[in-house]
């Protein structure tokens, strides 16, 4: 009898340290597991949390919020259509408010922010993905090791991956679609450059902000730039100021335009240190990127304290933890949303966010300025983009959406990807226990969903078509227009950008520092500063209403000149007709067309080019 009880109690034992054992290693089940806490993610989290469902949150790094946090992307991009409506829905809406009323500024206001957005959600930090269970094409369960060396498994009905370098989906070996390199035709990956915030303190706002608009229009415009802005809480723009600037590493980084945040008490936050070749799943080349930058912060210090009234006394103001990743990787989703579909104003059956915002290539290896592509109304985000090809339950949110290289330079912005992220958090809620996947969703359904949005939380997914920029275009041209060729102008002239052209004076290359000429009905257009300068131009100055360009010329300082030329305005950059000014000039231009370079020689050597011609 008391063999019985010991064998009984032994197996009792056993059974509670095996299933100790289980739990231990174990997370259970979930029906959400988002790895990553980009900010969008974490409104599919919060709705989805709130509405029922089970969340957890895999954050591999030992910090959370990504880009906003970790960043500290703090100058906050808002979306508007053509005729200046703001297009932002969802939570984020508030967060702009807050925004704008001097509420939200900091970083730490920021962190209670997302603190409350998170609020009662499990979110594991330092979770480091290391398998995947694939059955039946779907995700199963994910492991995982903790920051203290347990390994853990968990079980989903849905899996999201919210990282800026496609933590979960690599773990799946997708093979990943043609990126911007394909837009440069390089054989080598490339990404559009990172960002490192520049902070500063001792910056006197009020005059900064009060001597801008002392200037009259054709002195602010020559001294700041076209469309450069100031306000009580924003600046953007000031590309005469960065075109000065000479960075010590030219080739690892650029100073690109100025976005400015007033954080207030003096202390400021500068979207505007470009570092190229980061690749954000290779530490590495974050940690050399976060050097190069770094070295570069004195000597931008001392260039701005030089060129903007009421930045004479700025200091450094720490750094942030980690870059602005504006672009990883690319991957196959359901649909894949190309730079005519924005430009074309779509909505498609599917919407889960309505977007906005220029298609803004930023500066890379292969292109240090960066260009535009066009500016869309506003088109629909499809819930297609944001379901992964290679498996059934896998969703993307964030900088992982399905766009094209192009496409991606507008579908990235935040707002468009939160509202996406809720409201597929609000859909997944809705078709629990339906048997219904995603993949499986139908018109009718999404329909229903949409009149829910709409009702439930005042949110537009069906608001009609945008207005298009692409009417009349033919297939070729609009086939150019994805491939990146085509830059659409305000006037609805096209600028072909691509492959770029090479301007020589005298032999000597005319070097671009913000934008590279672009051709316009045939003709090639040029920044009028790096041209004139080239051409022995100094103290420019433009006034756009009569279309006037004075300067003093090198070999005759004390006499004024005035050129009247036709002018474009392309990102924030005046253009000039590279040939007309040239011709008032007396110079001589010649087209290398299998090259694409234009040679332009002045002085004696045009009058000796004349004369062998």
Do not use: C
């Not at 920029?469 to 085509?486: F, R, T």
Request: no cysteine; hydrophobic share 40%; charged share 25%.
């Amino acid at each position: 009898m008391k063999k019985k009880v010991w064998l009984g109690a032994l197996l009792v034992v056993t059974s509670a340290l095996l299933i100790a054992g289980y739990r231990f290693m174990t997370d259970g089940k979930a029906d959400l597991v988002i790895i990553g806490t980009e900010l969008e993610g974490m409104y599919m989290a919060r709705k989805a949390h709130d509405l029922g469902l089970d969340v957890t949150v895999l954050e591999p790094s030992e910090k959370v919020g990504g880009q906003l946090l970790r960043g500290e992307m703090l100058y906050l991009d808002e979306t508007f259509d053509d005729k200046g409506n703001s297009l932002l829905q969802g939570s984020i809406k508030q967060l702009f408010q807050d925004y704008y009323a001097g509420h939200i500024r900091k970083l730490g206001d920021f962190q209670a922010y997302f603190q409350k957005l998170t609020k009662g959600i499990r979110i594991v930090t330092e979770a480091a993905l290391t398998g995947a269970e694939k059955a039946d094409g779907a995700i199963r369960s994910v492991t995982y090791t903790t920051g203290s060396g347990r390994t853990k498994t968990i079980e989903a009905d849905y899996f999201v991956d919210n990282t800026d370098n496609a933590a979960l989906i690599n773990l799946l070996g997708v093979k990943r679609s043609p990126g911007l390199e394909a837009l440069y035709q390089n054989p080598t990956k490339e990404y559009m450059s990172a960002t490192y915030m520049m902070k500063f303190k001792g910056v006197d706002w009020q005059t900064f902000y009060g001597s801008f608009w002392k200037m009259n229009k054709a002195e602010r415009m020559t001294m700041y730039g076209p469309e450069t802005y100031v306000d009580a809480n924003i600046a953007y723009g000031f590309p005469p100021i960065v075109a000065r600037y000479e960075p010590k590493n030219p080739d690892k980084v650029n100073l690109r335009g100025l976005n400015i945040l007033n954080q207030n008490d003096g202390e400021i936050i500068i979207n505007a240190l470009q570092v190229y070749d980061v690749d954000p799943s290779d530490p590495e080349t974050v940690k050399r990127a976060m050097a190069y930058a770094r070295e570069e912060m004195p000597r931008i210090r001392d260039h701005l304290r030089q060129h903007i009234t009421g930045f004479q006394n700025i200091e450094l103001n720490g750094e942030p933890d980690y870059l602005y990743v504006r672009e990883y990787d690319h991957f196959p989703t359901e649909y894949t949303l190309q730079a005519s579909d924005l430009l074309g104003g779509e909505m498609f059956w599917d919407n889960v966010s309505v977007g906005g915002y220029f298609i803004d290539i930023q500066g890379s290896r292969s292109n240090r300025e960066g260009f535009a592509i066009g500016r869309p109304d506003k088109y629909g985000m499809p819930l297609r983009s944001y379901l992964l090809k290679d498996a059934d339950n896998v969703i993307v949110a964030g900088k992982l959406v399905g766009a094209s290289p192009v496409a991606y330079g507008s579908a990235r912005i935040q707002p468009n990807g939160a509202l996406a992220a809720e409201s597929i958090g609000v859909l997944l809620a809705r078709l629990e226990g339906t048997g219904v996947g995603l993949k499986q969703v139908t018109p009718d359904i999404m329909g229903d969903f949409q009149r829910h949005m709409r009702e439930a939380y005042g949110v537009e997914l069906q608001p009609g078509k945008g207005a298009s920029k692409i009417e009349g275009m033919s297939p070729e041209d609009i086939a150019e227009l994805n491939a990146g060729h085509i830059t659409l102008l305000a006037n609805k002239n096209q600028a072909r950008t691509l492959p770029f052209i090479r301007v020589y004076y005298n032999n000597e290359e005319v070097v671009f520092t913000a934008h590279k000429p672009v051709i316009v009905d045939g003709k090639t257009w040029t920044p009028v500063e790096e041209l004139l300068t080239a051409f022995g131009a100094r103290n420019i100055r433009i006034d756009l209403d009569r279309g006037e360009i004075q300067y003093r010329h090198v070999d005759d300082p004390d006499r004024l000149r005035t050129i009247v030329a036709p002018i474009h305005i392309l990102n924030n950059r005046v253009l000039i007709n590279l040939r007309e000014i040239s011709d008032l000039f007396g110079y001589k231009t010649f087209w290398d067309n299998k090259n694409r370079v234009i040679t332009i020689y002045g002085g004696e050597q045009a009058s000796s080019v004349a004369g062998q011609s």
